[in-house]
């Protein structure tokens, strides 16, 4: 195997899984979670840099006893929770759906790809006790990011309708330009993820358990470290990535356009960027000047 080539969107769930093959299969799995989704009732029990993990109740299918569970909670909160290394599992392409029913409502947030065998899937995923910590992890953070948290359900992705309402804020447009920011997962630095993360977090407990995560080895069932399986410096596993890429991507993107390309509108969702242009617009924004301004901020992308 050469590396792992993970689908086209890694970071948009419901993308990833409609790229893989029998994607009528995987709604039919996810439609089916929708009523005993482990995280289906998780509440955020902290505002500041305190790892909190959320109850869960007995009604929601989820293996783990109550003791388990308030064993977790209670490292996580006096911050002595350690990760287990990351888990690869190959899987024939074509038992990918029981796979997947065997797998999401344990460990919904994983990762998929493909290797130099076009038969085999490669999945790579957290421990299941450490899906509770990262989610704990991830819903602090998009709270401490965004503000808020979603009316319904847990992930970024439930707060895409008001991405969707500003794409039609910016009016009548000349020309729409998509940019695509995925390729940046490859080269960001695990320095200037934790330097981002910082002014949220501190320095404290839950930074370090951030900075343990994006250093996770990933084994195999053999126990062998599986160094030839990797995308770039950011573990790929589900909700934790995205709002750590998010929150890089506030502050060396967000930021940074409007001072650059005054009056030119964008709207952001992760990886996706739209970009509109005016005939009566000060400033011109085109392909060239889209790439010019990816290499003044050190970004990689496609436009």
Same mark, same amino acid.
């Given at each position: 195997?050469?590396?792992?080539?993970?689908? $086209?969107?890694?970071?948009?769930?419901?993308?990833?899984?409609?790229?893989?093959?029998?994607?009528?299969?995987?709604?039919?799995?996810?439609?089916?979670?929708?009523?005993?989704?482990?995280?289906?009732?998780?509440?955020? @029990?902290?505002?500041?840099?305190?790892?909190?993990?959320?109850?869960?109740?007995?009604?929601?299918?989820?293996?783990?006893?109550?003791?388990?569970?308030?064993?977790?909670?209670?490292?996580?909160?006096?911050?002595?929770?350690?990760?287990?290394?990351?888990?690869?599992?190959?899987?024939?392409?074509?038992?990918?759906?029981?796979?997947?029913?065997?797998?999401? @409502?344990?460990?919904?947030?994983?990762?998929? /790809?493909?290797?130099?065998?076009?038969?085999?899937?490669?999945?790579? @995923? $957290?421990?299941?006790?450490?899906?509770?910590?990262?989610?704990?992890?991830?819903?602090?953070?998009?709270?401490?990011?965004? /503000?808020?948290?979603?009316?319904?359900?847990?992930?970024?992705?439930?707060?895409?309708?008001?991405?969707?309402?500003?794409?039609?804020?910016?009016?009548?447009?000349?020309?729409?330009?998509?940019?695509?920011?995925?390729?940046?997962?490859?080269?960001?630095?695990?320095?200037?993820?934790?330097?981002?993360?910082?002014?949220?977090?501190?320095?404290?407990?839950?930074?370090?358990?951030?900075?343990?995560?994006?250093?996770?080895?990933?084994?195999?069932?053999?126990?062998?470290?599986?160094?030839?399986?990797?995308?770039?410096?950011?573990?790929?596993?589900?909700?934790?990535?995205?709002?750590?890429?998010?929150?890089?991507?506030?502050?060396?993107?967000?930021?940074?356009?409007?001072?650059?390309?005054?009056?030119?509108?964008?709207?952001?969702?992760?990886?996706?960027?739209?970009?509109?242009?005016?005939?009566?617009?000060?400033?011109?924004?085109?392909?060239?000047? /889209?790439?010019?301004?990816?290499?003044?901020?050190? @970004?990689?992308?496609?436009?």
């Amino acid at each position: 195997m050469s590396g792992l080539r993970p689908h $086209p969107h890694p970071l948009l769930t419901k993308k990833l899984r409609d790229k893989i093959e029998g994607a009528n299969s995987i709604d039919v799995v996810t439609s089916a979670m929708a009523k005993e989704h482990p995280f289906a009732e998780i509440k955020i @029990l902290a505002s500041g840099p305190v790892l909190k993990v959320a109850d869960l109740t007995e009604d929601l299918q989820y293996s783990m006893s109550h003791d388990q569970l308030a064993v977790i909670q209670q490292k996580g909160l006096y911050g002595i929770y350690v990760l287990s290394p990351l888990q690869v599992k190959i899987i024939k392409k074509a038992d990918i759906i029981p796979f997947l029913h065997d797998t999401l @409502l344990d460990r919904p947030d994983i990762m998929l /790809g493909t290797g130099s065998n076009p038969d085999m899937i490669y999945a790579v @995923l $957290p421990d299941q006790n450490d899906v509770l910590v990262l989610m704990g992890l991830s819903l602090m953070l998009l709270h401490l990011s965004h /503000g808020r948290m979603p009316k319904d359900g847990y992930q970024m992705e439930d707060l895409d309708d008001s991405f969707y309402y500003s794409l039609p804020q910016m009016g009548k447009v000349d020309r729409l330009y998509r940019l695509d920011l995925i390729a940046l997962l490859r080269i960001i630095p695990i320095s200037l993820i934790l330097d981002k993360v910082k002014p949220f977090v501190g320095d404290g407990s839950v930074y370090k358990l951030i900075s343990s995560f994006l250093n996770l080895p990933i084994i195999d069932d053999d126990g062998n470290h599986r160094s030839d399986i990797s995308v770039g410096s950011m573990p790929l596993v589900g909700e934790i990535t995205r709002v750590l890429f998010n929150i890089v991507l506030v502050d060396i993107f967000d930021r940074e356009f409007p001072k650059r390309l005054q009056g030119v509108a964008f709207c952001r969702f992760s990886n996706e960027v739209f970009i509109s242009t005016r005939g009566n617009d000060e400033v011109i924004f085109d392909d060239k000047a /889209g790439y010019a301004l990816l290499e003044e901020l050190g @970004l990689v992308g496609i436009i």
